[in-house]
């Protein structure tokens, strides 16, 4: 077994509208480790509710169980939980009891099963009572029987599913945004619980407990969710968003380095994939709880994907595309027959296709080359009503390279760097980078620094980038830095050292910019009949500041087709402020200081141009 700890009275809440708040209800007969059992509908200090991703196969006084990661009506979720008490799922990674041994739930007809009034009453170890119409004992009751049994209702089932970014994670980032708050209406005990449980996951700035949300999470709030909704008998459709962790991620747990950095593993791309079964099922069985006489007759997918969740989405619409149904099937198959169903993709959205595997295990040590073993990334021309991809036009780290779905489908290439496009960035954040790759210089001992052969290289470099739109010098700064390595003596020789010299910028750079793209991608999706609500222009989450409002509006213009044409003053604000450089040559240390141990992950390409693979077929999909 494995699963989330408990959520109960008094646990923290990360709300996205309020901050940080508690669950200020719970159970009154049931307790864990001495605080009441929080379940569906029970509020926060905030006065949200809970409302999603709650345990359906675990009741309480009748409502399914809270856990870590439960979700609230103002999006917020519940970031601490039980140390005794785990609420699991099985072996096989599906919801306990998802979907299972209900009429609705496995597609029978009406009448093939037992109404839902009566399965809830056995569940509860209560004996259905005999009907006796007129006193007559054992005899039928017609009327009463033809009362109980549903009325059909078929409709077509939407399933958005959102796989998130490399190192992204809904649940993850919320925990980090209390992490990094000062108190906010906690009791001291509590915010020292809190810092406690934080303290394990927040010593990495890169993790997933240190990034913002992204545009996939955005996306994700945004489409319609009728999981806890009762459809009128008049509806034809309903809609379930899923949403995947990110890429080396799991909710509640340390990053995983390995998945992260090979794009392999248990969290790893395929990995991602894999959960959708557990994620569906544990959405649908909520959705069944209330709509037990519901018959599923079509479905229709629309899939986000950002970075590898981007690469993720292509591999799982492929799986769509099987005429098995492949894992999109084993996720539905408790639930409807594929066979029986129509099925359908009908909107692709992708920011950023970056695959970026590597084996080392099997000796392969290049993310960057197209060789992505097991993952399909091929989306073939009419496989979907619309596929978008929306590609940075400033990326070209070596690790970054864009599988591309051109020219069989829409790419539009776009101002910024990978996760400005994606999302990720905090709201306002300092770069400290080097921006050139350190130049060595054997000098004599004794050498000033500013004349070595390596610091002239700098300046001259340093002269260029003061070149760039970027630079502001109004709020960035460009200077060299020099350290230098003693180099042993030799007999007969004059002492010698290396001078090593690069050009260090730093500024504070905005992380609005992907609500630009956002806005992009969510006009195409819903031009396409992706049911997503209107973005709120108020929401202090998702408005854009006034300075680059205008800038915008090129920018979405850009997206249709219109030339983008922006003055200096808006090329230095936009490039000045809000595109973020990603390719740099700070270092990442390892375990140790060997060279194995030490890593320029963010390196640009040796040519400065980004690598682009084509979007073309792997051997072996569809099948």
Request: overall charge neutral; glycine content about 10%; aromatic content about 6%.
């Amino acid at each position: 077994m494995s699963g989330k700890p408990a959520a109960r009275l008094g646990d923290a809440v990360a709300c996205p509208k309020c901050g940080a708040t508690a669950l200020v209800q719970g159970s009154s007969d049931v307790s864990f480790d001495g605080l009441p059992a929080a379940t569906l509908g029970h509020a926060c200090g905030c006065g949200a509710v809970l409302s999603a991703a709650v345990i359906p196969t675990v009741l309480i006084n009748g409502q399914p169980a809270a856990v870590l990661g439960s979700l609230t009506s103002h999006g917020g979720v519940v970031i601490g939980g039980s140390g005794s008490v785990i609420i699991g799922l099985d072996a096989g990674g599906a919801a306990k009891g998802a979907c299972a041994s209900r009429a609705g739930a496995t597609g029978l007809a009406p009448g093939q099963g037992k109404p839902s009034a009566l399965r809830d009453r056995e569940r509860q170890g209560i004996e259905a009572p005999t009907k006796h119409p007129h006193g007559a004992p054992g005899a039928r009751d017609e009327v009463g029987e033809q009362a109980e049994r549903p009325i059909e209702q078929r409709i077509t089932l939407r399933i958005g599913v959102f796989f998130d970014g490399t190192g992204n994670n809904l649940f993850n980032a919320a925990t980090g945004a209390t992490c990094r708050a000062e108190e906010q209406g906690f009791r001291r005990d509590q915010a020292e619980s809190i810092a406690r449980y934080c303290k394990k996951f927040m010593l990495d700035p890169n993790s997933s407990y240190a990034n913002a949300d992204t545009n996939i999470v955005r996306l994700y709030r945004l489409y319609q969710d009728d999981t806890q909704r009762a459809v009128e008998q008049d509806e034809k459709s309903a809609a379930i968003p899923v949403y995947i962790e990110g890429i080396g991620t799991r909710a509640g747990q340390p990053d995983s380095a390995f998945s992260m950095g090979t794009g392999l593993g248990a969290s790893g791309v395929l990995g991602c994939v894999q959960t959708f079964p557990a994620a569906f099922g544990e959405r649908y069985d909520q959705f069944k709880r209330i709509n037990p006489d519901v018959i599923v007759e079509s479905v229709e997918f629309d899939l986000f994907g950002f970075s590898r969740g981007a690469a993720a989405a292509r591999h799982f619409a492929n799986e769509v595309l099987k005429t098995s149904g492949g894992i999109a099937a084993m996720g539905l198959a408790k639930c409807f027959s594929w066979q029986g169903v129509k099925v359908k993709l009908n909107f692709i959205g992708l920011f950023e296709t970056v695959t970026a595997l590597a084996d080392p295990r099997r000796g392969d040590f290049t993310p960057t080359d197209i060789a992505n073993p097991g993952v399909n990334l091929y989306l073939p021309a009419g496989c979907a009503g619309k596929v978008v991809h929306l590609v940075a036009r400033d990326e070209y780290r070596r690790n970054f390279a864009l599988t591309s779905v051109a020219p069989q489908h829409q790419e539009i290439a776009l101002p910024g760097a990978h996760a400005d496009l994606g999302g990720g960035y905090a709201p306002e954040m300092t770069e400290r980078l080097l921006l050139t790759r350190p130049r060595v210089s054997r000098e004599r001992y004794g050498t000033d620094s500013h004349a070595a052969w390596s610091y002239h290289q700098a300046q001259l470099e340093m002269t260029q980038l003061q070149r760039e739109p970027w630079f502001d010098p109004g709020s960035a700064t460009l200077k060299i830095d020099t350290w230098r390595n003693n180099l042993p003596r030799i007999r007969s020789e004059l002492p010698e050292t290396e001078v090593i010299s690069a050009v260090r910028l730093e500024r504070q750079v905005r992380g609005e910019l992907s609500l630009v793209y956002l806005r992009i991608m969510h006009r195409m999706a819903v031009a396409n009949g992706v049911l997503l609500a209107t973005i709120d222009e108020a929401d202090p989450e998702l408005r854009l500041p006034d300075e680059l409002k205008g800038v915008a509006t090129k920018l979405q213009a850009n997206a249709q087709g219109a030339p983008l044409h922006i003055d200096q003053a808006e090329t230095r604000l936009l490039f000045g402020h809000y595109v973020h450089l990603s390719a740099h040559w700070n270092a990442l240390l390892g375990k140790d200081l060997s060279d194995l141990g030490i890593f320029f992950v963010n390196a640009p390409t040796a040519t400065g141009r980004r690598n682009i693979y084509p979007n073309r077929p792997q051997v072996g999909y569809p099948e």
